[in-house]
């Protein structure tokens, strides 16, 4: 069993920067591929970025290449999602999954909420311009 618990989002202007963090209890988050996905009202949720076991190969979102950035802290048991040059659009309820399969390099895969076995109860991020 894991639990995954989110923290650190909150309302920030456009521009601005926030870091996420999701700490796993029950089980080493080292066992664990982790992504991250963000949902607004009305839409899907949707891939934002994921990270492998050891944190050496990372995806993301080309919506957020070059702004955000994945990672991790296994000895934490936390995963990181650090959020420059916010902008009004990343407001959204984001969520942190884990993987217990290895980190597959096809994004048909690791995009979609479907590969994840476990999920955060997600935190709002709010950015206003």
């Known amino acids: 069993q894991v639990q995954l618990v989110e923290s650190g989002g909150g309302l920030v202007q456009a521009g601005g920067s926030l870091r996420l963090s999701c700490t796993a209890s029950?089980?080493?988050?080292?066992?664990?591929?982790m992504g991250w996905f963000r949902q607004a009202p009305g839409q899907e949720r949707e891939f934002v970025a994921v990270?492998?076991?050891?944190?050496?190969?990372?995806y993301y979102a080309d919506s957020v290449k070059g702004r955000f950035t994945v990672s991790r802290d296994n000895a934490e048991n936390t995963v990181y999602l650090q959020m420059n040059s916010l902008k009004v659009e990343d407001t959204a309820v984001y969520y942190c999954?884990?993987?217990?399969?290895?980190?597959?390099?096809?994004?048909?895969?690791?995009?979609?909420?479907?590969?994840?076995?476990?999920w955060g109860q997600g935190t709002q991020v709010t950015v206003s311009s």
């Open positions: 029950g089980r080493a988050l080292s066992s664990l591929s």
């Open positions: 999954a884990g993987d217990s399969f290895p980190l597959q390099r096809r994004s048909s895969y690791y995009s979609s909420h479907r590969a994840y076995d476990y």
């Open positions: 990270i492998s076991r050891s944190g050496g190969s990372t």
